[in-house]
Nanobody
Framework: VQLQASGGGLVQAGDSLRLSCVAS????????TAWFRQAPGKEREFVAG????????RYADSVKGRFTISRDITRNTVYLQMNSLKPEDTAIYSC???????????????????WGKGTLVTVSS
């Protein structure tokens, strides 16, 4: 599946932003999708993910209560709604997909087969 992330930009602390990840080539209905981010000089880190056919979403502790992962089946698109943004949320955000992951696998980049190009989110203080 091909993925394309978009929606990044420059915002102020406390603002909201919604990222989109459009999938093509296959429907995401049987896939797990996730968002990861990588800040300058840091390793890639898990943000949020979910296997859509069953199970609960999983979030990094740093974004719980502020970020929400969701999807639009009709558009084959996954979203990341980011509220109460902080300067430490500044990073390149990428989406990833893989078939039939279980909850414990969601947070690991190595679990995913397909990745989209990232979109830059910059949060100013």
């Amino acid at each position: 599946v091909q993925l394309q992330a978009s929606g990044g930009g420059l915002v102020q602390a406390g603002d909201s932003l919604r990222l989109s990840c459009v999938a093509s080539g296959r429907t995401l209905s049987d896939y797990a999708t996730a968002w990861f981010r990588q800040a300058p000089g840091k390793e890639r880190e898990f943000v949020a993910g979910r296997r859509w056919s069953f199970g609960s979403p999983r979030y990094a502790d740093s974004v719980k209560g502020r970020f929400t992962i969701s999807r639009d089946i009709t558009r084959n698109t996954v979203y990341l709604q980011m509220n109460s943004l902080k300067p430490e949320d500044t990073a390149i955000y990428s989406c990833a997909a893989a078939p039939r992951l279980i909850y414990s696998q969601l947070a690991f980049p190595s679990s995913y087969d397909d990745w989209g190009k990232g979109t830059l989110v910059t949060v100013s203080s």
